[in-house]
């Protein structure tokens, strides 16, 4: 029994390391902005807890949905990859990739953001490198949602 466990595991080792590497897509490579390693340049946001403090429920829950009818105009305009929040925590709140080059273009999309506005949220922007695949996650994400914000 063992001796046919391990033949059957050695097949599966062989038949992954030996898997065929996807063909290479120029067409999507370039749709993407990707550079020859896949990746392209972002602009990171880190959301955190800021100074202000709202003083009732329905400014809060008013803040709140500014904040989230912002991040998806700005993911149906293309401008941000990818968005969430982090678990509960004292100083960090959430995250932004925003698709642009410049922190500058990022901090004019920030501008737009009620909460971030008004200091609900302190933000740090910081230039990212990652995947150019990750423009194809919020067109993804909406295949995958049986419920929207």
């Given at each position: 029994?063992?001796?046919?466990?391990?033949?059957?595991?050695?097949?599966?080792?062989?038949?992954?390391?030996?898997?065929?590497?996807?063909?290479?897509?120029?067409v999507?490579?370039?749709?993407?902005?990707?550079?020859?390693?896949?990746?392209?340049?972002?602009?990171?946001?880190?959301?955190?807890?800021?100074?202000?403090k709202?003083?009732?429920?329905?400014?809060s829950?008013?803040?709140?949905?500014?904040?989230?009818?912002?991040?998806?105009?700005?993911?149906?305009?293309?401008?941000?990859?990818?968005?969430?929040?982090?678990?509960?925590?004292?100083?960090?709140?959430?995250?932004?990739?925003?698709?642009?080059?410049?922190?500058?273009?990022?901090?004019?999309?920030?501008?737009?953001d009620?909460?971030?506005?008004?200091?609900?949220?302190?933000?740090?922007?910081?230039p990212?490198y990652?995947?150019?695949?990750?423009?194809?996650?919020?067109?993804?994400?909406?295949?995958?949602?049986?419920?929207?914000?």
């Amino acid at each position: 029994m063992k001796k046919i466990f391990c033949l059957v595991l050695a097949f599966f080792a062989f038949k992954i390391s030996h898997a065929q590497k996807p063909v290479y897509d120029s067409v999507l490579a370039k749709k993407l902005g990707a550079d020859d390693y896949g990746m392209k340049s972002y602009v990171m946001v880190l959301l955190k807890t800021g100074t202000y403090k709202a003083k009732t429920k329905g400014e809060s829950d008013s803040l709140f949905r500014g904040h989230m009818d912002n991040i998806i105009d700005l993911a149906n305009k293309g401008k941000l990859a990818l968005a969430g929040p982090f678990d509960k925590n004292d100083l960090y709140r959430g995250i932004f990739i925003f698709n642009v080059k410049t922190i500058e273009e990022a901090k004019e999309l920030t501008a737009k953001d009620p909460a971030i506005k008004i200091n609900l949220f302190a933000v740090d922007y910081l230039p990212w490198y990652g995947s150019a695949a990750v423009t194809e996650i919020n067109n993804i994400h909406k295949t995958i949602e049986k419920k929207s914000h």
